[in-house]
């Protein structure tokens, strides 16, 4: 209980110091967090899970269908691909894919928009999720609601609350970074490639935050859907896994569930989704989670069994800690060696 007690007060104290240095206010955050509502998600994810996307198959037409969609979405909100990028594509040869597990991909994309920082805008946040699923199999479409198209359209309303904030003059002071991951379900492809081919330095890299099924609830958690798994946080930055308790404490009052943040559990999912590509790289990352279930990987994982609620304040999580990571004074402290 004292614990708890100390570290919201730290965090009261260090909003108060941010709100001298710019016009920055922690009463802002709940105006642009609630900007992530459960009928947008449900709105973005009936298209981007629907039939037509074909399941989303890396390197397929339906995939590339999905990523036309995102890309509107980003255009619609006047949020630009990165500078230095030529367009919202980062292209990703077939050769990359196919190298390791000897597969038949056709060449795919990542898809990235971005948010220049105001104050340093040469520190980059990251924030991830990806966007490709398992396709068709036997004739059956594998729609991938929650994996990953949970994530996916919780990323487009991360985008889009950060551009409203920003229009309204309380725009991050660091650069953020919407990464649309290729290639994950094929063997974490697409976050490998950016992490072999980055657009921004990896040193100039301060976190990622990556959002891999948020949308259902696990068997374990049968009773109540008001929890999110979070794995990594404290493995490389004593800060990072503060900044996620603090920005739950204060706004979203998830329950924190760090079973799977175990070392030794069997699950490995800290090695199993995109951040670990960052995390290797000594960038401190956390991973959203909400447990497997029985329609994991089948071709039942569909949109009217998405918990929209849910996921809405699993993406206010994501956001809320991500406007922590963007403005905070100094970026989280590596204090860790991430084993
Ligand atoms: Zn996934």
Redesign the pocket.
Known sequence: MKKLILLSTIFILSIGCACKKSTVSALDIPKYMNSITAEELKTHLSIVASDEMEGRDTGTKGQKKAGNYLISQYKANKIPFPKGATNYYQNIPAAFLNAKRNENLNDSENIWAYIEGSEKPNEILVISA?YD?VGIKDGKIYN?AD??GS?TVALLEIAQAFAKAKKEGHGPKRSILFLHMTG??HGLHGSRYYSENPLFPLANTVADINI??IGRRDEAHANSNNYVYIIGSDYLSSDLYKICEEANQKYVHLNLDYKYNDRNDPNRFYYR?DHYNFAKNGIPSVFLFNGTHADYHKPTDKVEKIEFEALAKRAQLAFTTAWELANRESRPVIDKDGK
């Open positions: 990806h699923h991938g994996d990953d994530g994950e379900e891999d099924m989704s």
